[in-house]
């Protein structure tokens, strides 16, 4: 595996579901970011997590729930959502968090449906 | 506040048509102004960074420029690959990126 990978890349859940989305880095970097992409709406920032350590969660509803076991891995949980929530969700990494050089790599993302 | 502006919203070639792509801003402290190129059903794949007024950058057909208000991505005789939504994003002082919508690129063979 190369590059930043998303998994699933689909996913219909009700609203009383719970469910996990993964992201996983292959490029040695040190900061991962979830991002919702809704159509026709610019990307918004979710979370931010530099070290494994979050430093950004940009008022998030608290039915989404991030994870970062360590620099290569990050999750998000997800639980009670509304139909409002169905968007493409985007796992990007980068060097460091707080660089003002380095560059994002996103997955493919993980289109999700909720009913 | 910081924001990101794009035009058009979509923009229809025939392809060898040459045309631009702009991204207006307006941030505090510009720390670069980036490009991608974002396929349905795919995540944004990265083509620039300009870091300063004045900087140009090229990659095939597409040349990246950058004033102090905005940015225009030239596409040169585009191909119908060429098709696809760019996306401009500004790192603000907090090192975050602010997004425009995209501009849905349709290239006509």
């Known amino acids: 595996e190369t590059g930043v990978t998303q998994t699933p890349r689909h996913l219909v859940m009700g609203m009383t579901n719970k469910k996990s989305l993964k992201c996983e880095q292959h490029?040695?970097?040190?900061?991962m970011y979830w991002y919702k992409q809704s159509a026709k709406k610019p990307l918004e920032l979710m979370f931010v997590?530099?070290?494994?350590?979050?430093?950004e969660n940009n008022s998030v509803p608290s039915r989404f729930s991030p994870e970062c076991p360590n620099s290569s891995h990050l999750f998000l949980h997800l639980h009670t959502l509304q139909p409002e929530d169905s968007a493409l969700y985007l796992c990007?990494?980068?060097?460091?968090?707080?660089?003002?050089?380095?560059?994002?790599?996103f997955g493919p993302g993980t289109r999700l449906t909720v009913l | 506040e910081d924001q990101v502006t794009q035009s058009p919203e979509a923009l229809r070639l025939q392809e060898g048509e040459s045309s631009s792509l702009n991204c207006s801003y307006t941030?505090?402290?510009?720390?670069?102004l980036f490009w991608y190129r974002q396929d349905p059903g795919k995540g944004p794949e990265f083509l620039f960074t300009?870091?300063?007024?004045?900087e140009e950058k090229e990659k095939e057909r597409l040349k990246a420029t950058l004033t102090k208000k905005e940015s225009f991505l030239h596409i040169t005789a585009p191909k119908p690959e060429d098709s696809a939504t760019y996306l401009c994003?500004?790192?603000?002082?907090?090192?975050?990126?602010?997004w425009g919508a995209g501009t849905k690129l349709i290239i006509k063979p």
């Open positions: 300009l870091y300063s007024a004045g």
């Open positions: 490029l040695g970097h040190n900061a």
């Open positions: 990007a990494s980068s060097p460091y968090a707080d660089s003002p050089t380095d560059t994002q790599y």
């Open positions: 994003a500004v790192r603000a002082s907090n090192y975050q990126l602010i």
């Open positions: 941030v505090s402290g510009l720390r670069g």
């Open positions: 997590y530099n070290f494994k350590e979050q430093t």
